[in-house]
């Protein structure tokens, strides 16, 4: 009788600890927070821009997409660039290639603007991906 009771605490002790974790209650984080999208730039224009990072919304994404080659000036999206080196991140990320379809079909071959004070088309493109690929996120990078 006593093993039996030992028994049904255990399991019972298992299954409340399962249900807290699956249900850790509602949050307001934003969505951003809660896809884990691994880092999409290169390592040489991240340290190039890092040291120092610049300041404000625009330049240092700016930086990374100038050193990146992603712009052909200020304003003007190399697309062909941008978007081979998506495809390119997406063979290297597995799971990755519904979410890198989406951003090259809503931020690369659609004109976007996400209305800083300033034009930043760098900023624009950049902001329009991790909409996107938050819209894909594979259920395995999805941590809320």
């Not at 190399?78 to 290639?97: C, F, I, M, P, V």
């Amino acid at each position: 009788m006593i093993k039996l009771f030992v028994f049904i605490c255990l399991v019972s002790a298992t299954y409340a600890e399962l249900f807290l974790q699956r249900n850790k209650g509602a949050t307001l984080k934003p969505l951003s927070a809660c896809c884990d999208i691994p880092e999409l730039g290169n390592s040489k224009p991240l340290t190039e821009c890092s040291n120092p990072k610049l300041p404000g919304p625009c330049n240092d994404v700016q930086c990374v997409f100038e050193k990146s080659g992603f712009l052909i000036n200020n304003q003007t999206l190399n697309k062909d660039t941008y978007r081979t080196h998506l495809r390119q991140w997406a063979e290297n990320h597995k799971g990755w290639s519904e979410a890198v379809e989406k951003a090259i079909q809503d931020c690369v071959d659609k004109e976007l603007r996400q209305y800083l004070d300033q034009p930043c088309k760098a900023y624009d493109v950049f902001t329009c991906t991790g909409i996107a690929m938050i819209k894909k996120c594979p259920k395995e990078a999805w941590k809320c």
